[in-house]
T-cell receptor, first 115, second 111 residues
Framework: GAVVSQHPSWVICKSGTSVKIECRSL??????MFWYRQFPKQSLMLMAT?????????EQGVEKDKFLINHASLTLSTLTVTSAHPEDSSFYIC???????????FGPGTRLTVT | TQLLEQSPQFLSIQEGENLTVYCNSS?????LQWYRQEPGEGPVLLVT?????EVKKLKRLTFQFGDARKDSSLHITAAQPGDTGLYLC???????????FGPGTSLSVIP
């Protein structure tokens, strides 16, 4: 149980285009989903927290208009990187937590490369 | 400033050796989790500790939560090459809050 998937697993896009990443909880209802980015050899940095049906809460320094997060259902959250630039290239990881649970379960990550 | 500190940052040991990784903070956490991450993959949850002084064992891994709930340790006995990876501690200050990650400890176990 507690499986989280991400799609795509990797994506290459051109500078200036937008990319959408999906995060799905496959066998449980995720009331809260988290989006992280991770640079090589570094830890995970929380970007935003989203609760189903509510607007996402962004961490300080994360641009809301650049990283659009939607959590429209209890099993799906999406992160859209708008007008991507090479510095947005990173490993993006989502996690999901069920109602009343301490634990969050991570997706396998999405490697974004912006050329 | 990191809310959670981990030490050591890097560790390279021979197969069969024991090791301990530490996770420290000046803040109190309602719970702490330990994850292991391999390159190109998402973190995998190893354990969650919620009670001060709690000790949990997972085969050769022993996890302890400090009495004051500000620190935790991960001890691996007789390390194996399959233990190689990035070990991350993470905590939430209040229940069901966002989870903050430490910087990680990169472990390499040499056959």
């Amino acid at each position: 149980g507690a499986v989280v998937s991400q799609h795509p697993s990797w994506v290459i896009c051109k500078s200036g285009t937008s990319v959408k990443i999906e995060c799905r909880s496959l066998d449980f209802q995720a009331t809260t989903m988290f989006w992280y980015r991770q640079f090589p050899k570094q830890s995970l940095m929380l970007m935003a927290t989203s609760n189903e049906g509510s607007k996402a809460t962004y961490e300080q320094g994360v641009e809301k208009d650049k990283f659009l997060i939607n959590h429209a259902s209890l099993t799906l959250s999406t992160l859209t990187v708008t007008s991507a630039h090479p510095e947005d290239s990173s490993f993006y990881i989502c996690s999901a937590r069920g109602l009343g649970s301490y634990e969050q379960y991570f997706g396998p990550g999405t490697r974004l490369t912006v050329t | 400033t990191q809310l959670l500190e981990q030490s050591p940052q890097f560790l390279s040991i021979q197969e069969g050796e024991n090791l301990t990784v530490y996770c420290n903070s000046s803040s109190v956490f309602s719970s702490l989790q330990w994850y292991r991450q391999e390159p190109g993959e998402g973190p995998v949850l190893l354990v969650t500790v919620v009670t001060g002084g709690e000790v949990k064992k997972l085969k050769r891994l022993t996890f302890q939560f400090g009495d004051a709930r500000k620190d935790s340790s991960l001890h691996i006995t007789a390390a194996q090459p399959g233990d190689t990876g990035l070990y991350l501690c993470a905590g939430e200050k209040t229940s069901y809050d966002k989870v903050i990650f430490g910087p990680g400890t990169s472990l390499s176990v040499i056959p």
